[in-house]
């Protein structure tokens, strides 16, 4: 039961453009969705979370969209920039404070070319 | 400020042995989660530690289990090593009275052969 799915594996966008990497998910008891990005030999990079009673967050660069009649949520990147390009994974979260768990989805692979 | 710590980067096993991976928490972070990637997947959580307790377990067969030290470090164990356990193997480590903010560690890479 894939719980957080990520549909694209891959994106490529043009340096200065917006990148979009979308999510969807099935479990409604998550409270929070956190986006993180990941380059290779690294550990996962915490980049922006919504809580669930909230459908925009933004950061910098970074806003993250939710839409929970949808059960979809998106990254927007602006302007992308080429030391954007990574692995960019979407999780929900899920469990009270000490018990928690992150349930990612498959990732995107996102290009950012000059 | 020293983030979460992981040894050994890398790691080549037998089918049928048995591991033993390391974690130190970012510093002042009391709760150690676990997590596996297999290649060209998400990380899929095995357990997490709190009070040198496991609090909660992914889906994960009883080959897998760990522990937390009273420094709050963990360990995680694999034995009867199977091919399909080569993966990246994270750790997470988190402070909940901040939120859901967790710092992975670089992970890892278990090769099983």
């Known amino acids: 039961d894939q719980q957080v799915k990520q549909n694209s594996p891959s994106l490529s966008v043009q340096e200065g453009r917006i990148s979009i990497l979308n999510c969807d998910y099935t479990?409604?008891?998550?409270?929070?969705f956190l986006w993180y990005k990941k380059y290779p030999a690294e550990g996962p990079t915490f980049l922006i979370s919504?809580?669930?009673?909230?459908d925009k967050n933004e950061d910098g660069r970074f806003t993250v969209f939710l839409n929970k009649s949808a059960k979809h949520l998106s990254l927007h990147i602006v302007p992308s920039q080429p030391g954007d390009s990574a692995v960019y994974f979407c999780?929900?979260?899920?469990?009270?404070?000490?018990?928690?768990?992150?349930?990612f989805g498959q990732g995107t692979t996102l290009q950012v070319k000059p | 400020d020293a983030g979460v710590t992981q040894s050994p980067t890398h790691l080549i096993k037998t089918r049928g042995q048995q591991v033993t991976l390391r974690c130190s928490p970012k510093?002042?972070?009391?709760?150690v989660s676990w997590y596996q990637q297999a290649l060209g997947q998400g990380p899929q959580f095995i357990f997490q530690?709190?009070?040198?307790?496991?609090?909660q377990r992914g889906n994960f067969p009883d080959r897998f289990s760990g522990h937390q030290f009273p420094n709050y470090s963990s360990e995680l164990n694999v034995n009867a090593l199977l091919l399909g356990d080569s993966a990246l193997y994270l750790c997470?480590?988190?402070?909940?009275?901040?939120?859901?903010?967790?710092?992975f560690g670089s992970g890892t890479r278990l090769t099983v052969v």
């Open positions: 999780a929900g979260h899920h469990g009270s404070s000490n018990t928690g768990k992150l349930i």
């Open positions: 530690y709190y009070e040198e307790e496991e609090r």
């Open positions: 919504i809580s669930s009673i909230k």
């Open positions: 510093s002042g972070h009391d709760t």
């Open positions: 479990n409604s008891m998550f409270d929070y």
């Open positions: 997470a480590s988190s402070l909940p009275t901040l939120g859901i903010g967790y710092t």
